[in-house]
C-alpha cells in the first residue's frame, strides 16, 4: 500500500490504470538448476494475461527471469494486444562484490533485450544503457539479496543514486520488508528526490497473479509507463501468508513432475539430458515428502525479516550516513 491511506473515492476513479509489474509465466527458467529443465514458474502467458484481465489490470506483462519469450510466444498468439507490453526482470551484479540486484525494466523490445543480456553482468554499464534509451526500470525486492557481509550504507546510497523506480510492494515479500523499503523510499523523498514507487504480485502460480500490482495513470501503455516514470502512481494489494508461499513451492513442484511425460517424449533433449531429468526427478520425490523445501523457504523468509530488522534497528543512522557527502 502506499505511505499515506488512500480513500475509497480515490480507487474508484475511472482515470486509474492498473497493471501487475512483476509476474512470470513458464519461460521463467530456474537457472541455477537448468540441467534438471525446472522452472521458476509453470503458468502459460495467455493464463497469465485472462486472469489479470479477470482481475481489473487495465495493462498486463510478463517479467520472466532474464527473459521475454513468454512476452513474444503471448505476442505472437495474439498479435492484436493493445493492453499487453513486454517486461522482464533482470539479474545484474556489482562486480566487486557479486552483489545481485533483480532489476524490472518495462516496454523493451528485442533488441533492447538481446542488449541487456550482454551487459548485465555488471550494473554499473547496465543502467546507463537503460537511461541511454529511456526505458522504465526499477529495482525489486531491494532486501531479498542483499549480503550482510557489504556495509548497508554503501548498497542503498549506490542502488539509490542508480534507480528512481522501487518496487515497495512485492507480494512474495515478507510484511516488514516491503515496509522498510517504503520507509526508506519516503524518507528520501523527503529530501527533494523523486522516486516512483510501485508494487507486484511476485506471481509464480496462477493464484496470485495481480494480487498486488500498480495503479497509475494511462490511456495508453505508453502513457501509463510515462505517469509511472514521474512518479504519479502506487503499489496497492496485500502480501501472500507464509503459508501460501510454502503451498506455491509444492505446487511448483507436482508441476514440475507432471511435465516428465512431455519432456521424455521431446525432441529438445538427448537420451543424456532425459536420463539426468529423470533421476532428478526420482530424487525429489523423498526429498519434497521429507519438507525440504518448505524448510528452505522458511529459511529464506527469517533471512528476509532478519536483515529488513537489521537495518530497521540503525535505520537513524543508516539515513544519516546516506546524507553525507560520498555517503
Known amino acids: 500500500m502506499p505511505a499515506d491511506p488512500i480513500s475509497a473515492d480515490v480507487l474508484s476513479d475511472p482515470s486509474l490504470k492498473r497493471a501487475d509489474l512483476h509476474c512470470h509465466s513458464r519461460f521463467s527458467i530456474f537457472k541455477y538448476f537448468r540441467r534438471a529443465n525446472t522452472r521458476d514458474c509453470y503458468n502459460a502467458p495467455e493464463d497469465v494475461y485472462r486472469i489479470a484481465k479477470e482481475r481489473g489490470m487495465a495493462y498486463v506483462t510478463l517479467t520472466d527471469h532474464d527473459s521475454i519469450d513468454g512476452a513474444l510466444y503471448l505476442l505472437n498468439k495474439q498479435p492484436d494486444l493493445k ?82 523506480v522501487f518496487e515497495v510492494l512485492n507480494g512474495a515479500m515478507a510484511s516488514f520488508h516491503n515496509k522498510m523499503v517504503q520507509q526508506l523510499v519516503v524518507t528520501v523523498q523527503q529530501h527533494g528526490r523523486r522516486i516512483s514507487m510501485v508494487g507486484g504480485s511476485d506471481a509464480h502460480t496462477l493464484k496470485h497473479v495481480a494480487k498486488v500490482h500498480t495503479v497509475s495513470k494511462g490511456e495508453t501503455v505508453a502513457e501509463f509507463l510515462e505517469s509511472i516514470r514521474k512518479g504519479d502512481c502506487f503499489g496497492w494489494g496485500e502480501e501472500m501468508r507464509f503459508r501460501d508461499l510454502v503451498a506455491d513451492i509444492y505446487l511448483n513442484i507436482l508441476a514440475y513432475h507432471g511435465e516428465t511425460g512431455a519432456d521424455l517424449r521431446s525432441r529438445e533433449y538427448t537420451a543424456r539430458d532425459k536420463t539426468i531429468q529423470l533421476a532428478i526427478r526420482l530424487a525429489s520425490i523423498p526429498t519434497a515428502i521429507s519438507g525440504l523445501p518448505a524448510a528452505i523457504t522458511s529459511l529464506n523468509y527469517l533471512k528476509q525479516i532478519v536483515v529488513t530488522k537489521g537495518i530497521s534497528m540503525r535505520f537513524s543512522r543508516l539515513v544519516d550516513e546516506l546524507r553525507r557527502p560520498g555517503g
Open 83 to 164: 493492453d499487453f507490453f513486454i517486461g522482464e526482470e533482470v539479474e545484474t551484479y556489482f562486480p566487486e562484490t557479486a552483489q545481485r540486484i533483480h532489476a524490472g525494466v518495462w516496454g523493451l523490445n528485442e533488441a533492447q533485450h538481446r542488449e541487456i543480456q550482454k551487459l548485465r553482468p555488471n550494473i554499473r554499464e547496465l543502467v546507463p544503457y537503460l537511461k541511454s534509451e529511456r526505458l522504465l526500470f526499477g529495482v525489486n525486492h531491494l532486501f531479498q539479496n542483499y549480503r550482510m557481509k557489504n556495509v548497508a550504507a554503501r548498497y542503498i546510497a549506490e542502488v539509490i543514486e542508480m534507480f528512481d
